[in-house]
């Protein structure tokens, strides 16, 4: 089939190169969110994406908006009978939707109809899932609600990351979805509707989401830190100043008993009372400097007895 593939993050690249090193399939150009600025000198960016189909040597439409006129007037002209799509970043309206015979199909790190939405996998990390995947399906006017083509599963480990997670789901999906394009070629997929039960909804995590509650108890905080990495960060606040938590070691046996948030610091590590049992601080990151060892944090300010997080 002759495609356009839309995505814009990291996480769509093994998709695109899946498709390209298909040997069934010509990706024809790619579509991507425009070029964003990035870094201290706050220089435009192109997307990994765009990136990568430039070494690839692929047209790249970066239209501000997927309704512009000259888009759709070029999508035409290109004349796609698929649009593969993964984490594009951009509602698509109708008028799009219509243009390729096979409409656009998207891969989606979750097991529809769970986790509906533009953050699934740090959704299915604060919600404690034991297990995830991915799904396809082809897109309608709705959030994620379009009839599903296939889906991979893939178990959640105790110390996922929302980045490891989605790494390896970006790597498996990527499979699926060149399969879904090949069954979709050859007439093999029906794509089948979703089941009314099991909905769940998975809106982006803001920032204000990300912070610590160190009153809940040790496993909700464990949660939050390991859905948040690496974006948007957990984060507390410690002497009027944002401290980032990037980890934290879970300590189910640990013997003191902290009021939420309190700190013991010790030669080696870091102790922090939650609404259950203390947690070991790991890596933190202060306001304005680097990641560094809990440990060697909690030396360099100097804590004193009592002080806690979050105040």
């Given at each position: 089939m002759r495609l356009v593939f839309a995505g814009t993050p990291e996480a769509a690249v093994p998709a695109l190169d899946a498709l390209?090193?298909?040997?069934?399939?010509?990706?024809?150009?790619?579509?991507?969110?425009?070029?964003?600025?990035a870094g201290r000198g706050r220089r435009l960016v192109p997307s990994p994406v765009a990136q990568r189909a430039e070494e690839?040597?692929?047209?790249?439409?970066?239209?501000?908006?997927?309704?512009?006129?000259?888009?759709?007037?070029?999508?035409?002209?290109?004349?796609?009978d698929?649009?593969?799509?993964?984490?594009?970043?951009?509602?698509?309206?109708?008028?799009?939707?219509?243009v390729p015979p096979h409409g656009w199909v998207n891969l989606h790190f979750s097991l529809l109809p769970a986790w509906r939405g533009a953050a699934p996998v740090q959704h299915a990390l604060l919600a404690g899932d034991e297990m995830t995947g991915a799904s396809t399906f082809r897109i309608e006017e709705g959030m994620d609600t379009g009839p599903v083509y296939g889906?991979?599963?893939?178990?959640?480990?105790?110390?996922?990351?929302?980045?490891?997670?989605?790494?390896r789901l970006a790597l498996a999906g990527a499979g699926l979805l060149a399969a879904t394009m090949d069954g979709i070629e050859d007439g093999s997929l029906t794509p089948v509707p979703q089941p009314a039960e099991g909905v769940s909804l998975a809106p982006k995590i803001t920032v204000e989401d990300a912070r610590i509650d160190w009153t809940a108890p040790a496993l909700r905080v464990d949660r939050v830190v390991r859905g948040c990495w690496p974006a948007p960060g957990a984060w507390t606040v410690?002497?009027?100043?944002?401290?980032?938590?990037?980890?934290?070691?879970?300590?189910?046996?640990a013997a003191e008993?902290?009021?939420?948030?309190?700190?013991?610091?010790?030669?080696?590590a870091v102790r922090v009372g939650t609404g259950s049992h203390p947690v070991t601080l790991d890596w933190v990151q202060p306001q304005g400097k680097?990641?560094?060892?809990?440990?060697?944090?909690?030396?360099?300010?100097?804590?004193?007895?009592?002080?806690?997080?979050g105040e």
């Open positions: 390209l090193a298909s040997g069934r399939h010509e990706v024809a150009a790619v579509v991507t969110r425009p070029d964003a600025r690839a040597g692929i047209e790249i439409l970066r239209p501000d908006r997927p309704r512009d006129t000259d888009f759709l007037t070029r999508l035409r002209e290109i004349g796609p698929c649009c593969p799509v993964v984490a594009y970043g951009a509602l698509l309206p109708r008028v799009a939707l219509d889906v991979i599963t893939e178990p959640v480990r105790r110390t996922d990351t929302s980045g490891d997670l989605l790494t410690f002497r009027g100043e944002r401290l980032k938590v990037r980890s934290l070691l879970p300590e189910p046996d008993a902290l009021a939420p948030g309190t700190l013991l610091p010790g030669k080696n680097k990641p560094m060892r809990a440990a060697d944090w909690a030396r360099g300010v100097r804590i004193t007895e009592g002080e806690r997080l």
